[in-house]
């Protein structure tokens, strides 16, 4: 049993990473070979705490930090195989795992803000279909659709549409352009808008 | 030919693990696709291994004891000489066939029925998770979205073909932030159309024409 090996073991104690890589290298490739719990545990010895020291900084969590160093230390005695020498250091290789089990604490335990739908992200160019098979729609429809509507509006809310919608002016300009007050152009809007908006229920 | 990548800072914040995870994933499918930037995070994840690794622990701070846990990790069965599972890295549309980056492979089986949009376009919805929504874009020749601006943020990437949106010409690989300040017609007009892996934070806000009336119905289209 492995229960006699000191936690720093001699050697990896004061050495930076660059070099004591090619020595951590080979216990690697034995971990990855032949399973070598002796190698692990250098490995171990070597990088755990220091990934700890590091991830209390990052996260601030003690819990979490073990946690992350819990799972990359998993991950390297599981997929020791994938390390490949030639590529890069241990120390590259390591962080790279740790660094992604990080984002996906962070996914997991980032709360869901409010679920964002795709069609509210893409409105209303979005025809709604179950199946591609049962695309039918043309794909103009809704746009002309629209359009159809819109010259079912009374012409006073009509115009002010236009201007403000199409024409790009403000409320403002509008009120001067057809000498009405702003009180009415913005309640035209408003009309307008919920006309719009009981017709396309309508519609559907 | 990629000329839009992401920039040196973000590059770096995914590298080290500092970015928010969503663009984490873009930069990660954009790294697939570009040389130059997977050099560049290499490099960026070696010092930072280095900068993590290196050193004497600090005595100030009492490690506890790992022995436990080290043990554990080594009673854990072993895993079958993992054969490299064979990942279903392909998206397809009406026949047609599209290689997916690495990245987002692994959302394939999370990705959702393609719905017609208005312009010849396609859209796909990914879920990611915690990581909320992206969509899978694909433009026909000649499909354009109409022209918007950007109430949030929106990441895009190129997976396959080219478009253009007024301000640009991009093509597969090319990846874009658009916000508030940037107003732009997405269209393709390459034989074999564009698509691309796209994530926005805010609906879109359409600037031009009969789409602007769409603005304040956005929700009341879908139930």
């Given amino acids: 049993m492995l229960v006699g090996i000191p936690l720093e073991s001699k050697h990896s104690h004061a050495v930076v990473p660059k070099d004591c890589a090619d020595e951590m290298s080979s216990y690697l490739v034995l971990v990855g070979q032949s399973r070598c719990k002796r190698s692990f545990a250098e490995i171990f010895n070597y990088f755990a705490p220091r990934l700890r020291s590091y991830a209390l900084k990052q996260m601030g969590n003690e819990a979490l930090a073990m946690e992350l160093v819990q799972d990359t230390m998993s991950n390297v005695w599981q997929k020791s195989h994938l390390f490949n020498a030639e590529k890069g250091a241990p120390s590259t290789w390591i962080f790279t795992i740790a660094r992604n089990i990080r984002f996906d604490m962070l996914r997991k335990q980032r709360n869901r803000k409010e679920d964002i739908c795709a069609d509210d992200l893409w409105p209303v160019l979005c025809e709604q279909t179950a199946d591609v098979n049962e695309v039918s729609l043309d794909e103009q429809i809704t746009l002309q659709q629209l359009g159809i509507i819109f010259e079912d509006l009374p012409k006073k809310q009509r115009e002010v549409i236009e201007a403000i919608y199409i024409e790009g002016k403000s409320q403002q300009e509008v009120a001067d352009q057809f000498e009405i007050p702003l009180g009415t152009v913005k309640s035209r809007t408003r009309l307008a808008l919920q006309r719009l908006k009981e017709m396309l229920k309508d519609n559907d | ?223």
């Avoid at chain 2, 993590?52 to 895993?79: H, R, W, Y």
Wanted: glycine residues 8%; contains cysteine; negative net charge.
């Fill in chain 2, 1 to 223: 030919m990629i000329n839009f990548h992401p920039e040196l800072a973000h590059l770096r914040a995914f590298a080290e693990g500092t970015c928010p995870t969503n663009l984490a994933l873009m930069i990660s499918a954009h790294v697939d696709l570009c040389p130059r930037c997977q050099a560049i995070t290499m490099q960026a994840q070696e010092e930072a291994g280095l900068e993590v690794f290196s050193g004497k622990l600090n005595a100030a701070d009492p490690q506890p004891d790992f022995n436990d846990m080290m043990l554990q990790i080594m009673q854990t069965p072993d895993v079958e000489a993992p054969v490299l599972q064979p990942v279903n890295n392909m998206l397809e549309l009406d026949g047609k066939h599209f290689a997916l980056p690495r990245a987002l492979a692994r959302y394939t089986h999370k990705t959702g029925n393609w719905s017609r949009l208005v312009g010849k376009l396609w859209q796909a919805p990914v879920d990611l998770g915690q990581d909320g929504q992206a969509n899978f874009i694909y433009m026909e020749k000649g499909g354009k979205v109409p022209e918007h601006t950007h109430k949030g943020t929106e990441f895009t990437l190129v997976i396959d073909g080219q478009f253009s949106d007024g301000l640009a010409d991009y093509d597969c690989g090319d990846f874009t932030i658009m916000d508030s300040t940037k107003k732009h017609m997405p269209f393709s007009e390459a034989d074999e159309g564009c698509l691309v892996f796209t994530m926005v934070d805010k609906p879109l806000h359409f600037t031009s024409g009969l789409a602007r009336l769409l603005n304040p119905f956005s929700q009341l289209f879908f139930k």
